[in-house]
């Protein structure tokens, strides 16, 4: 039965008669987005929460990391572990978690026969997860295990994709940070950041947005503020850090060094802008071998270069080619004829995107998916000089062994030097 019914052509075709998404809040503040489908009695629900890593605790880094996999792995409401796998399954569910810097999401599927049953388990694993200290332990252990196979070059990565993600380098776990974890501050930490102010369902579906929104209240209107002592959760879905932002270089001391310059869509462009460009730059890309687009883990692009540093060079003049490429496109403005054409491109995309149905879910989950606007050819250059901007560039140095002040980089302006394990 499950083979049948998540296959490929089975989500194609209910996909292909999805209706327009309908935006509306929940009584205690939980914002809901449902896009309406009767062709099957298929349904799948996403419920993403956004906080910021700052809230950690300090001297407690890994915080974050241990519970998202304590969400992941242990029980829910009256079921363990197994007993919910096996509960899930026995209904035709499928449960699936996802956590990167910032972010929990929860994505359950499920028949809409049972609809009720698919809002009752996504409140359980959400809302009433089951924290014990075995789980702690195995996590911990597990954890400590990882950071020595990744090496300073693997946890490098991690705080740099951070960086991309947040707009600052995050912390790494640490040993130290790992053994100081309790129950305590791992219940206290999720009482603060799963707040429904910071959160959106995005249900798709056999039901109508008055169904969503009255199983929504039913199972999730307990979730409210309030819920830690002394919380008070910020607004805005998305905490933004206080933290000025500067090119980031981060240097490991092992292997070749590589040089790459990342330039994600600033969270100051509005992401059509960023999807109308999209094709543009995947056109120029190809006549570029060190270039590359690619999507982050919130879904904004980001523009790539990579340079192999010469044994023996100065990592200066990889960054200064980097860079004059990076310009080079910035002076690449689309033509007028172009804009239309871009356009069209992208609601093209929108509509292939229509045809997958969790990125789907994740792309109404994290924002308001407006009409594309029509912007014209000035707008859009203007928009790409932004997204390619100095003050937008993100430096990764790996493999360099020389320190900071003799990689010869101090010309690119505003640098903060992070090592594994500061």
Not at 246 to 266: K, R
Request: hydrophobic share 40%; proline share 10%.
């Amino acid at each position: 039965m499950k083979s049948l019914l998540w296959s490929t052509p089975f989500l194609a075709s209910i996909l292909a008669a999805a209706g327009p998404a309908s935006f509306q809040v929940l009584p205690g503040g939980l914002p809901l987005v449902v896009v309406e489908n009767h062709e099957r009695p298929y349904l799948e629900l996403r419920l993403e929460v956004h906080w910021s890593p700052e809230e950690e605790p300090p001297g407690k880094d890994g915080l974050s990391t241990v519970l998202g996999r304590m969400l992941e792995s242990g029980g829910a409401g009256p079921f363990g572990p197994r007993a919910l796998r096996r509960a899930l399954e026995s209904r035709g569910m499928e449960l699936r978690f996802e956590g990167s810097p910032g972010t929990f999401a929860w994505i359950l599927r499920g028949p809409s026969t049972a609809q009720e049953m698919v809002f009752e388990f996504l409140a359980h694993v959400a809302l009433r997860p089951r924290l014990d200290g075995s789980l702690l332990e195995a996590h911990r252990t597990g954890l400590a295990r990882e950071l020595l196979s990744m090496g300073l070059e693997g946890q490098a990565q991690d705080r740099f994709l951070g960086g991309l993600l947040l707009g600052y380098p995050t912390a790494q776990p640490t040993e130290g940070g790992l053994s100081r974890i309790s129950l305590e501050d791992l219940e206290q930490f999720r009482r603060q950041v799963l707040h429904p102010r910071r959160a959106r369902l995005a249900v798709f579906g056999d039901l109508s947005p008055a169904q969503a929104r009255q199983l929504g209240q039913l199972h999730l209107g307990v979730w409210g503020p309030g819920d830690a002592p002394g919380a008070s959760p910020p607004a805005e879905r998305r905490p933004r850090s206080r933290r000025p932002v500067g090119a980031f270089t981060v240097v490991t001391s092992a292997g070749a060094p590589d040089l790459t310059l990342s330039l994600p869509l600033p969270h100051s462009l509005p992401p059509d802008a960023g999807e109308i460009l999209r094709p543009l730059l995947e056109r120029r890309c190809r006549a570029i071998p060190e270039a590359r687009l690619r999507d982050l883990p919130d879904g904004r692009p980001c523009l790539e270069f990579r340079a192999r540093v010469a044994p023996g060079g100065n990592a200066m003049e990889s960054a200064r080619r980097l860079a004059a490429l990076a310009d080079g496109l910035a002076r690449e403005l689309p033509a007028p004829s172009e804009a239309s054409e871009l356009f069209r491109l992208a609601g093209a995309a929108r509509a292939a995107l229509a045809l997958h149905p969790s990125a789907y879910l994740a792309r109404l989950a994290r924002e308001d998916w407006e009409p594309l606007r029509t912007y014209s050819s000035g707008e859009l250059g203007e928009a790409l000089r932004t997204w390619l901007a100095p003050d937008s560039r993100r430096w990764l140095l790996t493999g360099a062994p020389l320190p900071p002040a003799k990689c010869g980089l101090e010309e690119l302006g505003p640098i903060q030097w992070v090592k594994p394990g500061d």
